[in-house]
């Protein structure tokens, strides 16, 4: 394996840690300010929208975006395409992007647009193309995905229980969502939802995907879901949702009825690695945070950080982060040159490692600042709060685990006689 930079990987960071330092970290504080000012309703921070300019102007724009596979289809050729940068490639742009957890969105490369957009391009028809995926990528509106529900344990998705039903030339939708990701967002005008459309197949064809535009009659949004307190008001929430007999056509069915679990499976192993490259920047903004308030106090009369304790917990927190870091780089080249089946393993291990060292060297930052820790003039309660929350987001650590655990307990069963 081969983690050397790609000249345009190298180019493309420089320029995105540029744009980070002139116009993100700067602005940091002003989209607080405008995120605590805002009038009911969920407006999104005035800053983002300007910054999404800039990116846009700079060509830092949906560098998420996987080469695009679909020429066969020459009418479709270069329409949707992004840089077609690989998962190795991106890994160390998501991860500068990742270090200001706003920042994604100003380069169109946030979490659930990324994965809505995957699917479009994966599985989307023309038309659905270009009714909902050329304005996601143009960063004019925003979507979201909804598995989650309420009612059952949705980390096994057949329990997944939203009923979709054929009626003539239209699809009726009715169930109850939760954590649906920026829902409330002012420019959500998609959701993508999974539901049974056969409960009578096979227990991994009975659900299928369907796009469903947020303004369609039936949908209540019922109340934002926080996140320890935390409402995510400028990311658009988080949001429980009611489908009440909702009507869309058959049209918007997403590749066909059945399908729902493989493109589940497309969508979330892209997703949870690109957490997890975004994890990690927070782990080392946390790391620099800590070192530098262990430098600048002083504790039974010398540095706190010359107390052997702060040394063994940095030199800890500098040790995780680098072997993050390396399982992130070997999944996404394992995604790229062998295929996201192959790095099942991969993906489901940095899923959960990279959560869990973030919440580590997070909780680390926040014993050294003290009292400021817990509180907002740091961010790291924020980011705690953030971090923990993807030990369950994509699947909880116990589903990545049983994965893992099943791939290496099948590399010892005894040939049976």
Same mark, same amino acid.
């Given at each position: 394996?081969?983690?050397?930079?790609?000249?345009?990987?190298?180019?493309?960071?420089?320029?995105?840690? $540029?744009?980070?330092?002139?116009?993100?970290?700067?602005?940091?504080?002003?989209?607080?300010?405008?995120?605590?000012? /805002?009038?009911?309703?969920?407006?999104?921070?005035?800053?983002?929208?300007?910054?999404?300019?800039?990116?846009?102007?700079?060509?830092?724009?949906?560098?998420?975006?996987?080469?695009?596979?679909?020429?066969?289809?020459?009418?479709?050729?270069?329409?949707?395409?992004?840089?077609?940068?690989?998962?190795?490639?991106?890994?160390?742009?998501?991860?500068?992007?990742?270090?200001?957890?706003?920042?994604?969105?100003?380069?169109?490369?946030?979490?659930?647009?990324?994965?809505?957009?995957?699917?479009?391009?994966?599985?989307?028809?023309?038309?659905?193309?270009?009714?909902?995926?050329?304005?996601?990528?143009?960063?004019?509106?925003?979507?979201?995905?909804?598995?989650?529900?309420? /009612?059952?344990?949705?980390?096994?998705?057949?329990?997944?229980?939203?009923?979709?039903?054929?009626?003539?030339?239209?699809?009726?939708?009715?169930?109850?969502?939760?954590?649906?990701?920026?829902?409330?967002?002012?420019?959500?005008?998609?959701?993508?939802?999974?539901?049974?459309?056969?409960?009578?197949?096979?227990?991994?064809?009975?659900?299928?995907?369907?796009?469903?535009?947020?303004?369609?009659?039936?949908?209540?949004?019922?109340?934002?879901?926080?996140?320890?307190?935390?409402?995510?008001?400028?990311?658009?929430?988080?949001?429980?949702?009611?489908?009440?007999?909702?009507?869309?056509?058959?049209?918007?069915?997403?590749?066909?009825?059945?399908?729902?679990?493989?493109?589940?499976?497309?969508?979330?192993?892209?997703?949870?690695?690109?957490?997890?490259?975004?994890?990690?920047?927070?782990?080392?903004?946390?790391?620099?945070?800590?070192?530098?308030?262990?430098?600048?106090?002083?504790?039974?009369?010398?540095?706190?950080?010359?107390?052997?304790?702060?040394?063994?917990?940095?030199?800890?927190?500098?040790?995780?982060?680098?072997?993050?870091?390396?399982?992130?780089?070997?999944?996404?080249?394992?995604?790229?040159?062998?295929?996201?089946?192959?790095?099942?393993?991969?993906?489901?291990?940095?899923?959960?490692?990279?959560?869990?060292?973030?919440?580590?060297?997070?909780?680390?930052?926040?014993?050294?600042?003290?009292?400021?820790?817990?509180?907002? $003039?740091?961010?790291?309660?924020?980011?705690?709060?953030?971090?923990?929350?993807?030990?369950?987001?994509?699947?909880? $650590?116990?589903?990545?685990?049983?994965?893992? /655990?099943?791939?290496?307990?099948?590399?010892?069963?005894?040939?049976?006689?």
């Amino acid at each position: 394996m081969n983690f050397d930079l790609s000249p345009r990987t190298q180019d493309l960071l420089v320029r995105v840690r $540029d744009f980070m330092q002139r116009y993100v970290w700067p602005n940091v504080r002003v989209y607080e300010e405008q995120e605590r000012a /805002a009038a009911p309703g969920w407006p999104a921070p005035a800053i983002i929208e300007e910054l999404k300019t800039k990116a846009r102007e700079a060509g830092l724009w949906n560098l998420f975006m996987p080469p695009w596979h679909g020429a066969e289809h020459v009418d479709e050729t270069f329409v949707f395409e992004g840089p077609g940068l690989s998962n190795t490639e991106y890994a160390p742009l998501a991860e500068e992007m990742g270090k200001v957890v706003w920042a994604p969105e100003v380069f169109n490369c946030s979490a659930p647009d990324t994965g809505n957009m995957e699917v479009l391009q994966r599985y989307g028809t023309r038309a659905q193309k270009d009714r909902w995926l050329l304005p996601l990528m143009n960063g004019t509106i925003r979507s979201a995905y909804a598995m989650t529900e309420p /009612a059952v344990a949705s980390s096994d998705a057949t329990n997944i229980q939203t009923d979709i039903r054929r009626d003539g030339d239209e699809y009726v939708i009715s169930g109850r969502k939760w954590w649906c990701s920026g829902a409330y967002h002012p420019h959500c005008e998609l959701l993508i939802v999974m539901g049974k459309t056969d409960p009578a197949a096979d227990r991994w064809r009975q659900q299928s995907m369907i796009l469903v535009p947020r303004a369609t009659p039936g949908i209540t949004l019922v109340r934002p879901l926080s996140v320890f307190g935390y409402d995510h008001r400028g990311h658009g929430g988080h949001a429980e949702l009611v489908f009440d007999n909702v009507r869309v056509p058959a049209s918007n069915l997403l590749k066909g009825e059945g399908c729902g679990f493989e493109i589940a499976q497309g969508r979330l192993g892209p997703g949870r690695i690109h957490h997890a490259m975004r994890t990690i920047g927070q782990a080392e903004v946390a790391l620099e945070a800590m070192c530098r308030r262990l430098q600048s106090r002083i504790a039974f009369g010398k540095p706190i950080a010359q107390h052997s304790l702060w040394e063994e917990r940095i030199a800890e927190a500098r040790r995780e982060i680098e072997m993050s870091r390396l399982l992130v780089l070997k999944a996404a080249y394992m995604m790229d040159t062998v295929g996201n089946k192959a790095a099942q393993a991969e993906i489901a291990m940095i899923k959960v490692a990279a959560p869990l060292v973030a919440v580590k060297v997070i909780d680390y930052a926040i014993q050294a600042h003290g009292g400021g820790g817990v509180g907002p $003039d740091f961010g790291l309660a924020e980011a705690y709060a953030n971090a923990r929350m993807l030990r369950l987001a994509d699947g909880p $650590d116990e589903v990545h685990n049983r994965t893992v /655990a099943r791939i290496e307990l099948k590399k010892y069963q005894e040939p049976r006689s």
